[in-house]
């Protein structure tokens, strides 16, 4: 017996597997793809560019209109100054600072109110502004010991300076240990100042050290390292050199580890010395490196989104799209996706939203580009010299010159300035956004704008 079926009744069920297997198969393998690893709450900002370390807030609304005399809840002088980012977690608002006493304090504030509830006197250290081209560390003037942003992880925070102090305390502001990593791993040889911040996981505080190996002016060279203490006790759980090859300044890296997620594997990212590599947080094991990226140090701090990774190779050099899926051991050149020669940044690190990569170089010139293939989709002078990271919010991003002056912009394929605004103060640190308030550090006051 011959049965006959029609042309419609195929497609129906052709149709009916693509949405029974193919689709739940793809929708799949998208949710299983290389993810940043939130850290805490997503309305709060914990650390150094935000919950996942990417400058991003799932804010759906975030204030875009601000001046001195509009939509500021509270300004508060903080009577020292610093780089580093506020972490924002709950009712709380924790800041770093170095004063004219050369006094290195962490602050806590009433994220509600601007109230200073607690200013604690961590350390004390000069910041050195003169030294010898190399050997040693000296501090480029727009910042100062208080660049590190400080982690808040549950009952902790973990503050770091450039003297080398790393201490945690309680939300109570009580002391439960501190390490001088100057003091037991050597004297930092960065040409500009330590500015890494630290990160949190699984109960660890890990921090890195990138810096010149002076190993054409000395036998033993200056050691570029990762080290991990434990949160609670501050043990020291491992400790994993890191020594690249770069020669002088090329091995300075300011940047931070970004915390990666896929099913239930975690990678921390690191880019520096011309590398850019991977760890197991948990044993500081490496798992993967791409060398051979020659630029210069690197400040830009690296980011990830749709299953791969963008960087610079440092100092104003490529822009690169980096595969994250099947990297093991020394990759190739085969990795990169794409690579952006001109009109990078130096200083702030890009950020991502809706398929899209934004970024703001030195001199105030704003780049959107397509995540797929690196396809530029505009390109505006926004005016003004950045140092701040941009931030990405509400379906809009936030850039932040040294000026005070923030343009929003809407995160879209076509340039479209969303408002200005602007406060008088020095703004060299990144913005925050936590609560649905956005948090501005200047150097004279903290700002909390609201609607």
């Known amino acids: 017996?011959?049965?006959?079926?029609?042309?419609?009744?195929?497609?129906?069920?052709?149709?009916?597997?693509l949405v029974l297997f193919i689709v739940p198969a793809a929708l799949q393998a998208d949710e299983s793809a290389w993810k940043p690893l939130l850290q805490g709450s997503p309305s709060d900002w914990p650390a150094w560019r935000g919950p996942e370390g990417i400058g991003f807030s799932p804010a759906t609304t975030a204030p875009t209109k601000w001046g001195e005399q509009e939509n500021v809840a509270w300004k508060t002088p903080l009577g020292g100054?610093?780089?580093?980012?506020?972490?924002?977690?709950?009712?709380?608002?924790?800041?770093?600072?170095?004063n004219e006493a050369n006094e290195l304090r962490l602050v806590r504030l009433d994220a509600k109110t601007g109230q200073i509830e607690l200013n604690i006197l961590v350390d004390q250290a000069e910041t050195p502004r003169k030294a010898p081209k190399r050997k040693t560390q000296k501090f480029h003037n727009l910042h100062n010991l208080a660049s590190p942003s400080p982690v808040v992880s549950g009952e902790h925070v973990v503050v770091h300076f450039g003297?080398?102090?790393?201490?945690?305390?309680?939300?109570?502001?009580?002391?439960?240990?501190?390490?001088?990593?100057?003091e037991e791993y050597g004297t930092y040889s960065i040409w500009w100042g330590h500015a890494n911040s630290p990160v949190v996981f699984d109960g660890l505080v890990i921090s890195v050290c990138m810096q010149d190996s002076l190993s054409d002016l000395q036998d033993e060279p200056a050691k570029s390292y990762l080290i991990a203490h434990d949160l609670?006790?501050?043990?020291?759980?491992?400790?994993?050199?890191?020594m690249t090859g770069a020669p002088a300044e090329e091995a300075d890296a300011y940047?931070?580890?970004?915390?990666?997620?896929?099913?239930?594997?975690?990678?921390?990212?690191?880019?520096?010395?011309?590398t850019l590599d991977a760890y197991n947080p948990l044993t500081g094991k490496r798992l993967w490196n791409l060398p051979g990226l020659v630029g210069g140090r690197t400040v830009t701090g690296p980011i990830s989104a749709e299953g791969k990774i963008f960087t610079t190779r440092g100092m104003r050099k490529p822009l690169l799209s980096v595969k994250l899926d099947g990297n093991q051991g020394e990759l190739t050149e085969d990795a990169i996706?794409?690579?952006?020669?001109?009109?990078?940044?130096?200083?702030?690190?890009?950020?991502y939203a809706n398929g899209m990569l934004f970024t703001v170089t030195d001199d105030g010139i704003a780049h959107c580009y397509r995540t797929q293939d690196g396809e530029l989709l505009w390109r505006e002078r926004l005016g003004g010299n950045f140092k701040a990271s941009p931030i990405v919010a509400g379906g809009n991003v936030y850039y932040t010159n040294i000026d005070g002056n923030c343009k929003v912009v809407a995160a879209k394929d076509m340039f479209e300035l969303v408002s200005e605004n602007e406060?008088?103060?020095?703004?060299?640190?990144?913005?925050?956004?936590?609560g649905g308030k956005l948090f501005l550090r200047g150097k004279e006051h903290l700002y909390c704008i609201e609607k």
């Open 232 to 242: 609670k006790t501050g043990e020291k759980k491992w400790m994993t050199l890191r």
């Open 163 to 182: 003297n080398g102090l790393l201490a945690t305390y309680n939300l109570d502001g009580e002391e439960l240990w501190r390490h001088n990593l100057q």
């Open 423 to 434: 406060v008088k103060d020095t703004t060299i640190a990144s913005p925050a956004i936590a």
């Open 255 to 274: 940047t931070t580890p970004l915390l990666l997620k896929k099913d239930d594997q975690v990678q921390m990212v690191v880019m520096g010395g011309n």
């Open 337 to 351: 996706v794409w690579e952006i020669e001109k009109s990078t940044p130096d200083t702030p690190s890009p950020v």
């Open 1 to 17: 017996m011959m049965i006959e079926i029609s042309i419609p009744a195929v497609r129906f069920c052709w149709t009916l597997f």
């Open 81 to 98: 100054w610093g780089d580093s980012t506020p972490a924002i977690v709950g009712d709380h608002v924790f800041v770093t600072l170095q």
